[in-house]
């Protein structure tokens, strides 16, 4: 894990361990998931297919876990992703999808890192 | 995960995000067993397959299939709600859903993202009072339990004492203490089974039939000469033996913690008047007809069906045919015509109970 990386790319890594009560093997595991489960894939096929429900799901989701791993760009991003679709503002919050695609690809780079 | 050498029960986990579900799982190692369900559907699916199950159930809001509102919509009717804590996790405060969840009986909310030591402290405290309640309310229900039960102990005793005491007196004129048992059943079966018992609760004719075990304890007072004489009575004699039904009365309103028992007013009335007969010849008191209470002449009728049909030290037993001749025509004095109608219609269990007992003597 490298966890420079993975600060460089938004979180607060030692956010996420506290919550995980100081368990970094927790935490590799939890990123391997994170990096396989597909939410942000599911807003852009959302997004593709002009499916707001579908896309509010996928942010809510995204935001869940985000939030408790401490991916704190990412987390912001699908929160306010996430009160647009709510508030009704579909075309707003599918204006966020390219920032947090950008998010989430750094992020995926310093998992990998 | 691992049960616990120290496991303090088992915590239900239902979130559809695994990320979620293991991020709590990890806090309640070592405190809690965890069982984890993906949606709203599983979750309701175990519950109802292990509804002591769990110590608690942290449940997340949106999920596929069923959501968590919905769990517990479906989970309030059951009174689940009352009995095992159930945490709502959401990040969205505030809103109407926290106030449905409220209105549902949820226990509280658990913020996203979580705060680790908020989440252990808060589960751990509620889990800790439900279950405290459940054992305070096991050891008062105990606790009702043995109360009951020692006071029907105590009923039993005194019960005991009182057939000992009655049956000791009958030993002095040779009679078993089989007697005042089957006094005391004959008269319970007359007011049970007919109509002269209407407006007696079973309590009153328990009461009652523990009163006419005491009819005779006078006969305490009674000089041996007189009460264990096989020949016939002299006048004077008679007198004195007539005096065993003011006497007991006596004795029994002597004793202070009689006064209590709900047999008390039932006892010294039948110990003075199971003499009294309907036309007013009886004795002590020469009362006549309803004047005497009901329950002092189903114990006067008992008490002359049973001599008559049991041997004294002073005669034979009479055949059965004989002694209800006898009662009918009004040889042993008068009864209340009602009374001997309701008498006779029992007569024949009576007499199967007084059959029984003379075989097991």
């Known amino acids: ?113 | 995960m691992d049960a616990g050498a120290h496991s303090q029960g088992r915590v239900l986990i239902v979130d559809d995000e695994q990320i979620n579900r293991l991020i709590l799982e990890n806090l309640f190692v070592g405190i809690y067993d965890v069982d984890e369900a993906v949606d709203g559907q599983e979750a309701l699916d175990k519950i109802t397959a292990e509804p002591e199950g769990y110590v608690a159930v942290l449940l997340d809001v949106v999920m596929p299939r069923l959501d968590g509102i919905e769990v517990l919509r479906r989970l309030a009717p059951t009174g689940y709600l009352q009995r095992v804590p159930v945490f709502l996790i959401t990040a969205e405060r505030g809103d109407a859903v926290m106030e449905e969840a409220y209105r549902l009986g949820v226990m509280d909310f658990i913020g996203k993202p979580i705060v680790p030591y908020a989440v252990i402290r808060r589960v751990q405290s509620v889990v800790e009072l439900f279950e405290a309640r459940k054992r305070l309310s096991m050891t008062v229900e105990d606790q009702r339990l043995q109360l009951l039960e020692r006071a029907a102990r105590i009923i039993e005793l005194n019960r005991g004492m009182i057939e000992s005491l009655s049956a000791a007196i009958e030993f002095r004129d040779g009679e078993s203490g089989d007697h005042v048992r089957r006094i005391h059943d004959i008269t319970k079966m007359v007011l049970e089974c007919t109509r002269l018992g209407d407006g007696l609760t079973a309590e009153d004719i328990d009461d009652i039939a523990l009163a006419s075990i005491m009819h005779d304890v006078g006969k305490i007072a009674i000089p041996d000469a007189i009460l264990c004489k096989p020949g016939r009575l002299t006048a004077e004699e008679f007198e004195v033996m007539k005096s065993h039904t003011v006497r007991g009365a006596e004795l029994l309103e002597r004793i202070p913690q009689m006064r209590s028992m709900g047999a008390y007013r039932y006892a010294i009335d039948i110990a003075r008047h199971h003499h009294e007969r309907w036309d007013g010849r009886g004795y002590p008191d020469g009362l006549v007809g309803d004047q005497i209470s009901i329950w002092a002449q189903v114990v006067s009728l008992a008490d002359v069906y049973d001599a008559l049909m049991s041997k004294r030290v002073y005669k034979d037993a009479f055949p059965r045919e004989e002694a209800l001749a006898m009662i009918r025509d009004g040889a042993c004095g008068v009864f209340n015509p009602e009374l001997l109608d309701c008498f006779f219609a029992v007569e024949p269990r009576i007499n199967e109970l007084h059959d029984r007992s003379v075989a097991t003597r």
């Open chain 1, 1 to 113: 894990m490298n966890k420079d990386a993975l600060v460089a790319a938004g979180m607060d890594v030692d956010g996420a361990l506290a919550r995980l009560m100081g368990s970094e093997a927790l935490l590799e595991r939890l990123l391997g998931t994170f990096a396989a489960d597909g939410n942000m894939a599911k807003l852009e096929a959302a997004q593709a297919d002009g499916d707001a429900d579908a896309a509010l799901e996928a942010a809510h989701a995204l935001k869940g876990v985000c939030g408790n791993l401490s991916m704190t760009t990412l987390f912001d991003l699908s929160s306010r992703a996430c009160d647009l679709f709510r508030s009704g503002d579909t075309a707003g919050a599918f204006a966020l999808v390219p920032q947090m695609r950008d998010a989430y690809a750094a992020m995926m780079n310093a998992i990998k890192a």
